[in-house]
Nanobody, 116 residues
Framework: QVQLVESGGGLVQPGGSLSLSCGVS????????RGWYRQAPGKQRELVAT???????VYTDSVKGRFTISGDNAKNTIFLQMNSLKPEDTAVYYC??????????WGQGTQVTVSS
């Protein structure tokens, strides 16, 4: 089992920055992929970024060049640095980890609102 707790959401003006963190506990040695997803009102949850154990990162096109995913080597924390935020980035952001044997674990979500 793995438990995830996000923090760092809030209200920011367009063009501003926010940093999200996700604390990971439990069977962290089983994790092979870490990631962030988001869900805007009335829309499906979508992938934002993923990070594999070898350090390879993948981003959805809409956040490339603005967001950066990172994590510590012990797989205890996942970060998402968000710069040049836009109103369309407004959503509930969820951290996610995938275990090598197929399970997915989710945090409770943190609200990010980009508005003037």
């Amino acid at each position: 089992q793995v438990q995830l707790v996000e923090s760092g959401g809030g209200l920011v003006q367009p063009g501003g920055s926010l940093s999200l963190s996700c604390g990971v506990s439990g069977s962290t040695t089983t994790i092979d992929i870490r990631g962030w997803y988001r869900q805007a009102p009335g829309k499906q949850r979508e992938l934002v970024a993923t990070l594999t154990n070898d350090g390879s990162a993948v981003y959805t096109d809409s956040v490339k060049g603005r967001f950066t995913i990172s994590g510590d080597n012990a797989k205890n924390t996942i970060f998402l640095q968000m710069n040049s935020l836009k109103p369309e980035d407004t959503a509930v952001y969820y951290c996610n980890v995938h275990a090598f044997w197929g399970a997915n674990y989710w945090g409770q979500g943190t609200q990010v609102t980009v508005s003037s």
